[in-house]
C-alpha cells in the first residue's frame, strides 16, 4: 500500500468526473439513466423494463453502457451522447475551495472521463473547475473505449506523455482503478467504499484529502 509521505513523488494527478469532481448527491446519473432507458426504448423498439434491464447489463459487462449499444447493435456513439446527456445541471454548485486546492498541487492536472467533451464542459463550467486542469481526456479521445478498459488508459497515459509511476488517480467507481494499480499509480476511491486490493485510499472529502499535498 502506498502510504501519504508516496505522493510526494507525484507527478500527474489524473481525475474522473463524474460522482468524483462533484457529490453524488448532485444525482446526476439519475436524470442519465432515465434518458438512456428511454433512448434505448425507442431506438430498438423494447419496452421500458428491457431498455433498463439492458442499460443495466451493458453498463456491468462493457464498462460503459454506450459500449454495448455500439458492440451489439452499432448505435451513433455522438447521437447517443447528445441525447442522454441533455440534463439539468442545477443540482451542481460551484466549488472554490476545491477548485483552489487542485490549481495548488505540484505537477500536472488533468481529467480523464467516460463522458463526452460537451458535457464535461457543462460539469466543469458548474463546478467552476474550467481554469483548473491542464488537460480533459474524453470517450472521444479514446475512440470510444472506456474505462476500464486497458485500451483506454494506455491511450491516455500515451497522449499525456505522463510516467504512470508518479501519477495518482482518483475516481468514484472501483474497477475503474485495476488497470492504473496495475500501471504503478497511486490509486484513491472517491465517494465510495471498496475492499478491493488495488484501492490504495479511500476518501469522501476530497478537497480535504488533497490539501495534505498542498
Known sequence: ??????????????FDLDNTLYPPSADLFKQIEVKMTAYIAKHMGVTQTQANQMRDTYWRDHGLTLTGLM??????PLHFLSDVHDISFESLSKDAALAH??????????????????YA??????RG?????DAV????????????QQKAFDLVVSADGLAPTRAAMFEDDPRNLKVPYDLGMATVLVHSTSADPHIHHTTDNLTQFLRQFV
Not at 1 to 14: G, L, P
Not at 129 to 133: R, S, W
Open 1 to 14: 500500500m502506498k502510504t501519504i509521505s508516496q505522493f510526494e513523488t507525484i507527478e500527474t494527478w489524473i
Open 71 to 76: 458492440q451489439e447493435h452499432d448505435v451513433d
Open 101 to 118: 486546492t487542485i490549481s495548488s498541487l505540484s505537477g500536472r492536472k488533468i481529467i480523464f472521463t467516460n463522458s463526452d467533451k460537451a
Open 121 to 126: 464542459q457543462k460539469v466543469m463550467a458548474a
Open 129 to 133: 473547475l474550467m481554469d483548473v486542469f
Open 137 to 148: 481526456y474524453t470517450i472521444e479521445d479514446t475512440g470510444f473505449t472506456p474505462k476500464p
